[in-house]
């Protein structure tokens, strides 16, 4: 535990002081990736066993017990649709390795000139291609590493970013606590649109995953952005996510969550209805693990999104 907690004050202490003023280039890079996570409402940097830890916490990667492979799809607003593979496996002398990418894709839109005249059509779109190594330090502790390769493009202009995550699990088995830390996307644009330079998304998480004894259920509570610049210490505790995973039975898994700070951006007027609210299921048919999650936005809409895992 007091190395873990180690661990936490030295990555604050370096990089709190970091303000981000607003949202970079790539900010999809924030976006949730699979359906058991979103279900969770991104509250996912201790859990294990999940091949999709490896773009919230590279070092839980050791926890996984086989090979496993993942395919998420979103159906995002606006018809905008997102996706991601990832595959982890333990490589003797090495440690566990993973590789996956991200991608979102915004459409086609109708380019114009000045005077509204149609000159044609043009896509969006952006994508991380993600390859990480965790190894086990002892018993309790077990750490990891990607490196993350970002690619956007808006018609003919391009952007090129590289990044590093880095990541820590901690487990307590007398106590069925595991704890996680992460640092994401710490790295920079090398290629930019117009000549304008972006910060990327740099997030610091951290995280505690708990078993209550004779209490078939995980619960799960994430700080999220400690790196961000806020008032007070209050203020930058608000950005937290809660999920609960019940084990229904050995084959069927059912997830609520709640963002904090999703309901507080999602707001309209005097209310937010089930804004920052998420449910999901899982469903495991021998190797086969089928999850979906629900998303709300509130009087926006909601997202969907499907997951499939395989263990290999």
Do not use: W
């Amino acid at each position: 535990m007091k190395r873990f907690l180690s661990i936490v004050f030295l990555a604050c202490s370096i990089l709190v002081p970091t303000k981000l003023l607003a949202q970079g280039t790539y900010d999809f890079l924030r976006n949730d990736v699979s359906a058991r996570a979103a279900a969770l409402n991104g509250s996912f940097v201790s859990m294990t066993d999940d091949p999709n830890v490896l773009f919230y916490n590279p070092g839980a990667l050791p926890s996984l017990t086989r090979p496993k492979a993942s395919l998420s799809f979103l159906k995002h607003l606006l018809d905008v649709n997102a996706g991601s593979l990832s595959y982890v496996q333990e490589v003797e002398g090495i440690g566990t390795v993973g590789g996956g990418i991200i991608y979102i894709n915004y459409g086609t839109f109708t380019e114009t000139d000045q005077s509204s005249n149609i000159l044609g059509e043009f896509s969006a779109g952006e994508l991380a291609a993600v390859a990480g190594v965790g190894i086990q330090v002892d018993e309790q502790t077990s750490v990891g590493a990607n490196i993350k390769g970002i690619y956007s493009s808006i018609a003919e202009a391009r952007s090129l970013g590289l990044a590093v995550d880095l990541g820590v699990i901690y487990t307590i088995p007398e106590e069925r606590l595991t704890l996680g830390l992460s640092v994401l996307n710490l790295g920079t644009q090398i290629n930019r649109y117009a000549g304008t330079s972006e910060p990327l998304p740099l997030d610091i998480k951290i995280g505690v995953t708990a078993q209550p004894e004779h209490m078939p259920a995980l619960l799960n509570v994430n700080f999220h952005k400690l790196n961000e610049s806020r008032e007070n210490v209050l203020e930058r505790l608000k950005a937290f996510s809660l999920g609960v995973e019940f084990l229904m039975s050995e084959s069927v898994r059912a997830r609520v969550g709640y963002s904090n700070e999703k309901r507080q951006e999602l707001k309209l007027g005097t209310g937010a209805g089930l804004a920052g609210f998420s449910l999901g299921l899982g469903i495991l048919v021998q190797d086969y693990q089928f999850d979906y999650a629900f998303n709300s936005y509130g009087k926006i809409g909601g997202l969907h999104r499907v997951t499939l895992n395989i263990n290999l």
